[in-house]
């Protein structure tokens, strides 16, 4: 998931049965033995860009399936030829029902890439140490994946017949603008395949204390859409001898600092309000009562104020563009001719990225310097409803799983293959039951881990609630 939304939540008043550190060692019972050693094999398959394979993944999956009693008719690999390697699979679980719609979950096993000199532990090996499962691919998103592998295993092994068919699709392409996207693929060219009343997805969860006890649960509902813009600046350049106050470089850096400086106007959902209202209650602290505060008046300076020194929270309250790769000159000893930058974009749901780029002309204030939009991941992200037909399930359950925890439903300030599904009318939510820390456990960064705690609660938690939805 791209910045798959963390938000720091640095609560320490909740109780939960699920208190104890994460260092605290575990018994696993023989269904989670089983469990463990799927999600071993997935993380330790190689699924990044560069060096992995998802079909290879894909393969070993679906051969789980089929071992389990799974026809050839229910399990659907697919890939196309430009792009051998980044193929995914459909597993569809039938349900009795003719008139309940089928329900969808969705997961790309596709990772960011990581450099084996740059980690502490081998990135591709599963290493469980101090409470905590590392290694590329932990929290985003192959204990998720392996959640709703091993969910549709159980049932078929404990004979369960639901109402509602049950629907996988394991995708590659979800960390990548540029590769082939499996969701992307499957809404445009197997719609029929997927269609399903509502899926399920990353991207919601809650977070701990820090210390390995759950303190908010989050139930995903909406998010960004992720854009890329690169300013350039131009000019003839010359010899390094003979500078000239009209530098590309310095002309793209007064664009930069100035881009630094500002902030998109504040935005609110009716989930963003409902998160800063639940989450605000819930720290019951200076920043809590401004969350509130905001909440119910946007334009409340003060609470924005200090909302704002919360990364998180600033990035929930708008559009965000930042800076990500530099590039300029073309000889030590020239005048640079040309200087760009790439400038990352999280997109409020509901505006257009023409606005953005629009507005990014707008704060650089330079008529000199291009503004251009380099890459369109897929449509604009919209608002999710609201749904309590999704909402009670998850939020029943918590009480029995998480008891003393609240659950708010939150948008994700990044952005996941969601939006495709959407784009055909399928509402995409990321349940609660899963969790991790308040620093992002390394997701897209170095030594990205999972508490192990967390995967084996959140597995049981989900087991339920996908039971609870399909009836």
């Known amino acids: ?132 499962f590392y290694g590329r691919g932990t929290a985003d998103m192959k204990a998720l994946d392996a959640i709703w592998i091993d969910s549709l295993i159980r049932f078929k092994q404990q004979g369960y017949h639901p109402k509602r068919t049950i629907k996988l699709a394991l995708t590659c392409g979800e960390e990548t603008s540029w590769a082939f996207n499996g969701a992307s693929w499957l809404a445009a060219n197997k719609p029929d395949l997927i269609a399903a009343e509502f899926a399920l997805n990353e991207g919601g969860g809650g977070r701990s204390d820090g210390h390995g006890k759950l303190v908010i649960s989050t139930l995903h509902v909406g998010e960004k859409t992720a854009i890329n813009y690169r300013i350039e600046a131009t000019n003839p350049g ?13 002309q793209l850096s007064d664009a930069l600092v100035r881009l630094r400086g500002y902030d998109f106007p504040v935005m609110l959902t009716d989930t963003t309000k409902a998160y800063f209202r639940t989450a605000g209650a819930a720290r019951g602290d200076a920043m809590g009562r401004a969350m509130i505060a905001l909440s119910a008046n946007p334009a409340d300076t003060a609470a924005l104020a200090l909302v704002d020194t919360d990364k998180s929270y600033h990035s929930m309250l708008r559009t965000t563009c930042v800076a990500t790769l530099l590039d300029g000159g073309h000889a030590n000893n020239a005048l640079p001719q040309r200087a760009g930058a790439n400038i990352n974009c999280r997109i409020f749901p509901g505006v ?58 939150m948008m994700s300030t990044g952005a996941t293959d969601g939006i495709f599904l959407e784009a055909i009318g399928i509402p995409v939510y990321g349940p609660p039951g899963t969790y991790g820390d308040p620093d992002g456990n390394g997701t897209h960064g170095l030594n990205e881990r999972a508490i192990v705690k967390a995967v084996y609660s959140g597995r049981d938690y989900l087991f339920d609630l996908i039971k609870a939805y399909a009836g």
């Open 352 to 409: 257009s990225p023409d606005a953005v780029r629009d507005q990014l002309a707008a704060v650089i204030a330079d008529p000199a310097l291009s503004v251009k939009q380099t890459d369109s991941r897929g449509p604009i992200a919209k608002p999710v409803p609201l749904d309590p037909k999704i909402i009670g399930p998850a939020q029943t359950l918590l009480a029995k799983y998480y008891p003393g925890v609240p659950l708010s439903p």
């Open 1 to 132: 998931m791209k910045n798959a939304a963390t938000v720091a939540i640095g609560l320490a008043t909740l109780t939960s049965l699920f208190a104890a550190q994460p260092g605290a060692a575990q018994t696993l019972r023989p269904d989670q033995q089983a469990f463990r050693a799927l999600y071993k094999e997935m993380v330790e398959t190689d699924t990044s860009i560069t060096t992995g394979s998802c079909t290879a993944l894909a393969g070993k999956v679906a051969a789980r399936f089929k071992a389990a009693g799974f026809t050839d008719a229910q399990i659907t690999p697919f890939s196309v030829p430009d792009h051998p390697k980044e193929g995914g699979l459909v597993v569809v679980y039938p349900g009795s029902s003719k008139t309940v719609k089928p329900m969808l979950l969705l997961g790309h096993i596709d990772v960011v890439v990581a450099k084996r000199e740059d980690w502490v532990r081998d990135p591709y090996a599963l290493i469980e140490e101090n409470g905590y």
């Open 238 to 250: 010359g010899h390094s001898s003979a500078p000239v106050k009209e530098n590309a470089i310095y």
